[in-house]
């Protein structure tokens, strides 16, 4: 009951909550084959891959457990980038035609479509992908296969199939998940009303002792790629994607201060507690060497800013630009486990929408707050990455970029990344990705008034 509660919650975004639930379970008796593949599936989405394979590669009394196990641990050593030992697990599993589970046989095919895209045979996996939809009806994992074979379909230059497979993949998790319940979105949204002092906060403070580097940008931008690289670098260590931001505004709340309203009313020692608060939770998730720098990237910062100038007045911050239309795109192809992210990325429409609002309160909040963002463009980095990381490396006065270059080996290292570009951010720069909106010029055609402020003032063009 436990691990259902656990399962449960984290489909209603509460991560926290659903790792409260199962603490311990490494102490709980060891009596159903079905509850012990929710917790092994449960803790490999909480990236808690060490303990979900433990869990997966463990003994299991029906030979159906042992092959939806064997599935279910082929696909999450996909996720950390361990394809040659996923490709060794799924070649000891039977074949889909010995399986008679529809469960089970769309599980392994799920599997085998996720390495034949590592291969970058994007025929198998989508052939592996359309048997997988056609032999189970079940709801759990539906969504994740549409959403997948419109990446195979999008690879295969076939538009009209991966619209297709997005609008059913859409549907499916707005039917599925939580509605959505304004847990941060709203309150990230919400502009305070113009004062004159406003904004003026950080003028006046200290500036603090260390601060991070601080990297935002709309989903899919390229804040995961800058992270890699910033992170291959000795000059720096990475958290991956945490919300510390939210936490000290979450820690204001809870006191009855509301955001970002009060601001102006705190002072320097209610600040230097929630400084205190933000560095403990940093240290407790990564150990930094003498003279390392922090990288805190979360895209939702970028709608955070004054609460990172008041913590942190003058930090390097820096946003990643890319294509407006291409980031939309990206986004609508990606199965956000966030019930609020999800929910925004429903329909091109509601994303475009969100794009507009989220850069027009980003500018106008990095000008109420005297904030002077580092703009790096993604299509600039994969054109010349050595230039631009130079031109960065200035920026973070950073004299030799070379590490970041070769960004690819330590990221491959690092395993687990916990956004969608796990597969992405191993490989070498390359341009598949940029103009590919082109290709869905006519389903972009009627959200283009509305993008076309956010459009021209990053520099781009339709």
């Not at 509850?35 to 394979?53: I, P």
């Not at 996923?86 to 095919?109: C, F, H, K, T, Y």
């Not at 039917?175 to 009303?193: C, D, F, I, Q, V």
């Not at 800013?305 to 890319?322: D, E, G, Q, V």
Request: glycine share 6%; net charge neutral; with cysteine.
């Amino acid at each position: 009951m436990r691990v259902w509660a656990a399962v449960a919650s984290h489909a209603a975004g509460e991560s926290e909550q659903a790792s409260a639930w199962i603490e311990n379970w490494s102490q709980w008796p060891r009596d159903s084959d079905e509850a012990w593949l929710e917790l092994g599936w449960l803790l490999a989405e909480l990236g808690r891959y060490d303990e979900a394979e433990r869990v997966l590669a463990g003994r299991f009394d029906t030979l159906l457990g042992r092959i939806r196990a064997g599935a279910r641990r082929a696909m999450l050593l996909e996720r950390i980038n361990q394809t040659d030992r996923a490709a060794q697990v799924l070649r000891d599993l039977p074949p889909v035609s010995q399986v008679a589970d529809p469960d089970a046989g769309q599980e392994l095919l799920h599997a085998t479509a996720l390495l034949a895209m590592r291969d970058k045979n994007w025929g198998a996996a989508r052939d592996a992908l359309q048997g997988a939809l056609n032999i189970s009806t079940s709801m759990r994992g539906r969504a994740a296969l549409y959403f997948t074979l419109a990446r195979a379909c999008d690879r295969l230059g076939d538009s009209v199939a991966t619209l297709a497979a997005l609008d059913a993949a859409h549907r499916l998790v707005a039917r599925t998940s939580e509605p959505n319940r304004g847990r941060w979105m709203a309150l990230l949204t919400t502009r305070a009303s113009a004062e004159p002092r406003r904004g003026q906060l950080h003028k006046r403070l200290s500036p603090a002792p260390q601060s991070p580097v601080f990297v935002v940008g709309f989903p899919r931008s390229g804040t995961t790629l800058l992270e890699q690289m910033l992170a291959a670098h000795p000059d720096f260590s990475s958290i991956d994607e945490r919300s510390l931001v939210l936490a000290a505004i979450g820690s204001l709340r809870a006191q009855g201060i509301a955001y970002p309203h009060d601001l102006e009313l705190l002072s320097e020692d209610t600040i230097g507690r929630l400084r205190t608060e933000y560095w403990r939770a940093a240290d407790a998730l990564v150990v930094r060497r003498p003279g390392q720098r922090l990288v805190d990237k979360n895209p939702l910062n970028m709608l955070a800013l004054p609460m990172i100038a008041t913590l942190f007045p003058r930090a390097s911050l820096i946003i990643c630009r890319r294509h407006p239309c291409d980031v939309i795109l990206s986004c609508y192809m990606q199965p956000f486990a966030d019930p609020e992210v999800a929910a925004m990325c429903a329909s091109l429409e509601r994303l475009a929408r969100a794009y507009a609002a989220f850069d027009s309160q980003f500018r106008e909040q990095a000008a109420e707050f005297d904030v002077s963002p580092y703009e790096l463009r993604y299509e600039d980095l994969v054109a010349d990455p050595q230039a631009a990381l130079r031109t960065l490396g200035n920026y973070l006065s950073v004299a030799d970029v070379t590490a970041m270059i070769a960004f690819a080996e330590p990221a491959r290292r690092r395993g687990y990344i916990s956004t969608p570009s796990y597969a992405q951010v191993i490989e070498p720069l390359n341009s598949a990705g940029i103009g590919r909106w082109l290709r869905y010029r006519a389903a972009f055609e009627p959200l283009l008034p509305l993008l076309e402020d956010a459009i021209s003032r990053a520099g781009y063009t339709v």
